[in-house]
């Protein structure tokens, strides 16, 4: 069965930098709609950025433009999250999403920005950034 393993969560200082890191296990994440959540405690899950990997076509949401970055590595079957200029609010348990069924570009596109890519998910990984 589809299994997505997060990793790369840390304890860091406003302003700094993580790199997550998702594991895909019986999922190819080459020419797949996938996304990046994060819940803060007391808040909704929220959708931080999407990806179609097929074209690299990406998604942010305002509170992260210019400071995250969504990328695959074919290679390695991931999915990975560049974090830079790290805020407080920035500090939640973040989780790697991906769809069941191939979908393309502009679909893709349209459900990161409702944030309906969920149907896989994995158990996630705590980033907490001190001021």
């Known amino acids: 069965q589809v299994r997505l393993e997060e990793s790369g969560g840390a304890s860091v200082q406003a302003g700094g930098a993580l790199r997550l890191s998702c594991a895909a296990f019986?999922?190819?994440?080459?020419?797949?709609?996938m996304a990046w959540f994060r819940q803060a405690p007391g808040k909704e899950r929220e959708i931080v950025a999407g990806i179609y990997t097929g074209t690299g076509n990406t998604y942010y949401s305002d509170s992260v433009k210019d400071r995250f970055s969504i990328s695959q590595d074919n290679a390695k079957n991931t999915l990975d999250l560049q974090m830079n200029s790290l805020e407080s609010e920035d500090t939640a348990m973040y989780y790697c999403?991906?769809?069941?069924?191939?979908?393309?570009?502009?679909?893709?596109?349209?459900?990161?920005?409702?944030?309906?890519?969920?149907?896989?998910w994995g158990q996630g990984t705590q980033v907490t950034v001190s001021s």
């Open positions: 999403a991906a769809v069941r069924n191939p979908v393309g570009d502009s679909i893709c596109m349209r459900r990161a920005r409702v944030g309906r890519i969920s149907d896989y």
């Open positions: 019986r999922y190819l994440v080459s020419q797949s709609c």
